[in-house]
């Protein structure tokens, strides 16, 4: 309930937002007429469309996503007849025809009119089919959520109570406005120029939408200006972000936190036959949840790894479940390069169907899950750090296993290059996806979706603001550049710069050249550059780019790339 609740305040706030102006003049068109005939039949239809577009894009996949952009199309036009009709009279008069031929042939009412409940709930289906890329960050949370644990009844129910609550807001602001409008209209006699005005905002708003700027500006501007209220609901809306399980008092037990979920949905074993919770009995088991391109998994493996090789013969059991953020993670070579790559020695699951995950109902990339000798989950820890206290919990399992002369001391893991510690940076630039479905902060104009376009970036960024520069398509998970020479601009602050990155379908390596406030990075260069900047991409994965010798300044990143077909995904920061 409280998250039904969060959700319909978080519609509520959209009136609050810049990027819900386009929509405004479409809800006000009719603010002058019966609020039960026309408003309400309009602002149901309009939550009820975008509750199901919504729906269908979080988890449709991405012909839900070009069906939404051709119906964004028809409903601009008509749209747009509507701001014609307001406009002139004779238009209205000729355009209401067959609306009235048709009513009074569906209905036995001689007096059927274009503006009858259900040509208002059509006007609201069109509003919603633009209404859905102005939604802001806790609608985002919301399709996350949708596309990672797939279609539920709660999604589009959580959808559609964020739907209702913005329809609330402007069912007020509708009701207010139409009384204003009766109001002048008494006062001044200026009916025939209150409907022209709507008219002519009405055709505003289309050529505002249609220019692409409710989803460019005026989202990032929504996003800024409300992000402090909108922040405070993510918050609630998101599952708390507990590092780890309640420590008991001295004496007590661990608690049992859950059975150990089945194993059987693995798509793929490495290092080892396929496991499951019998097999298991009599041992400690961890099973850490990670994918291989998640820097915050990457910084923990060292340590999973060194507890894995120190504890194997004393009764624990680690099992590495790789449930795959991006598409290319469900590669099985890609996976097993990567075990191997990262020195991985112990079982790993691969659960490309999110079997395991949602079996834990898990929510984190990494998460650490501890399960005793009779199959029961007694402690976990979600994220990166407190790796000592980890450990005290293994061997405190352990012993209460019976398992005796455990080895002493903490893992001190020689960590470098990406697996190493992060900074301690708190203002560091947070995680920042390429793709438009996540993308956020981009200051290089309109992206225009799955289809290749010239970006030109700007001169100057603010801090966490991004552009690409060349030829590129953009997909919902990633940018592949289309001709060579193409680059992508990031003022960041941190201590460390990672991209994820892959080659084409080819597989050919392609070599790339990164700058720091348009020098070499020398001294503060990455893993997988050299001090001129110098790199090549060989592989799907991670590439540490930048990391600055001293502090965790702000600084304006490049990356050009000198061969085409490139594939970006993520930016990270240590």
């Not at 208002?120 to 069109?126: D, I, P, S, T």
């Not at 919603?128 to 279609?151: R, Y």
């Not at 990670?290 to 915050?296: E, G, H, Q, R, V």
């Not at 902060?441 to 979706?449: K, R, S, T, V, Y």
């Amino acid at each position: 309930m409280i998250l039904l609740i969060l959700a319909f305040l978080g519609g509520v706030l959209t009136i609050l937002s810049p990027c819900i102006l386009p929509v405004l003049p479409f809800v006000f068109a009719r603010a002058d007429r019966p609020f039960a005939r026309n408003g309400l039949p309009m602002l149901i239809g309009m939550a009820l469309t975008f509750a199901l577009v919504a729906t269908l894009a979080a988890v449709g996949g991405g012909w839900a996503v070009h069906a939404n952009q051709i119906g964004r199309y028809v409903a601009l036009i008509v749209l747009a007849v509507l701001g014609v009709t307001l406009l002139s009279s004779h238009v209205a008069e000729w355009a209401s025809r067959p609306f009235v031929t048709l009513g009074n042939r569906l209905s036995e009412h001689s007096d059927a009119k274009p503006d009858s409940p259900w040509s208002a709930a059509g006007l609201g289906v069109a509003t919603g089919l633009l209404w859905a890329p102005c939604a802001g960050p806790i609608l985002g949370l919301l399709l996350t959520g949708a596309a990672l644990k797939g279609a539920s009844v709660q999604t589009t129910l959580l959808l559609l109570t964020y739907a209702m609550g913005a329809a609330v807001s402007l069912a007020l602001a509708l009701v207010v406005g139409g009384k204003v409008f009766s109001a002048m209209k008494r006062s001044l006699g200026a009916g025939e120029w209150i409907r022209r005005a709507l008219g002519a905002l009405v055709l505003c708003g289309v050529a505002v939408i249609a220019l692409g700027v409710d989803t460019g500006l005026l989202t990032r501007v929504s996003l800024a200006s409300t992000s402090g209220i909108e922040q405070k609901l993510i918050d609630a809306v998101r599952p708390a972000s507990v590092n780890a399980a309640p420590a008991p008092k001295a004496g007590e037990a661990l608690p049992v936190e859950g059975e150990f979920p089945s194993l059987a949905g693995a798509t793929q074993w490495f290092n080892s036959a396929p496991l499951s919770p019998e097999s298991l009995r009599g041992k400690v088991v961890l099973v850490d949840f990670w994918t291989y391109s998640c820097i915050n998994c990457i910084r923990s493996l060292p340590y999973v790894n060194a507890w894995a090789q120190k504890y194997r013969d004393r009764g624990l059991v680690v099992i590495g479940v790789h449930s795959p953020e991006f598409a290319f993670e469900k590669d099985p070579a890609n996976v097993a390069k990567a075990v191997k790559d990262f020195g991985i020695t112990y079982p790993v699951a691969m659960d490309n169907d999110y079997a395991i995950w949602q079996g834990f109902n898990n929510e984190y990339w990494p998460a650490h899950y501890f399960i005793d000798t009779k199959g029961q989950i007694r402690a976990h820890h979600f994220g990166e750090g407190d790796y000592a206290g980890s450990e005290d919990t293994i061997r405190r399992m352990l012993s209460d296993a019976g398992y005796k002369n455990l080895p002493g001391g903490y893992v001190q893991p020689d960590a470098s290059g990406a697996e190493a510690a992060s900074s301690s940076d708190m203002t560091r630039s947070p995680e920042t996806y390429v793709g438009y479905a996540r993308g956020e902060n981009f200051a290089g104009g309109q992206i225009a979706h799955d289809e290749s376009w010239h970006y030109n970036a700007p001169a100057t960024l603010l801090i966490n603001q991004w552009a690409f520069d060349g030829h590129w398509t953009v997909g919902e998970q990633r940018a592949t550049l289309d001709a060579p020479n193409g680059g992508i601009v990031y003022r960041f602050r941190g201590r460390d710069l990672h991209l994820v990155l892959g080659p084409g379908k080819d597989g050919k390596p392609i070599r790339f050249r990164v700058t720091l406030d348009g020098k070499a990075p020398g001294a503060d260069h990455g893993a997988d550059t050299d001090a001129d900047g110098n790199g090549t991409i060989t592989g799907q994965r991670l590439y540490q780019l930048v990391r600055q010798a001293h502090g965790t300044g702000e600084r304006v990143f490049e990356i050009t790339f000198l061969d085409p077909d490139v594939r970006a995904y993520a930016f990270t920061f240590g």
